[in-house]
Nanobody, 120 residues
Framework: QVQLVESGGGLVQAGESLRLSCNAS????????MGWSRQAPGKQRELVAI?????NYADFVKGRFAISGNNAKNTVYLQMNSLKPEDTAVYYC????????????????WGQGTQVTVYS
């Protein structure tokens, strides 16, 4: 079973930057998308950025966050600049792909999350 592990979260002041990383414990093949979502206390999980045939960002992070990834290394990053208190949340990485080289059993894999806290 593939596991995704996030790192890079922490406590920062508004205006500062963080870079989140996500690594897979085993190879994921036929990757369709790589992305980041977040969930703030008392709120639903929301998509932050996704990398696939195109790159898309939620409006609330456009111009401040940048997603990048390496399919061969099964890693995905989220560079977060100009952080705001409202960015405080648990951030989850997710990769859609297959453990099979032949594309059997494509599914979405999720990490356990990393806490990002931004204070003013």
């Amino acid at each position: 079973q593939v596991q995704l592990v996030e790192s890079g979260g922490g406590l920062v002041q508004a205006g500062e930057s963080l870079r989140l990383s996500c690594n897979a414990s085993r190879s994921i093949f036929n990757i369709v998308t790589m992305g980041w979502s977040r969930q703030a206390p008392g709120k639903q999980r929301e998509l932050v950025a996704i990398l696939g045939s195109s790159t898309n960002y939620a409006d609330f992070v456009k111009g401040r966050f940048a997603i990048s990834g390496n399919n061969a290394k099964n890693t995905v990053y989220l560079q977060m600049n100009s952080l705001k208190p409202e960015d405080t949340a648990v951030y989850y990485c997710h990769i859609r792909g297959s453990e099979s080289r032949y594309g059997v059993g494509v599914r979405e894999y999720w990490g356990q999350g990393t806490q990002v806290t931004v204070y003013s």
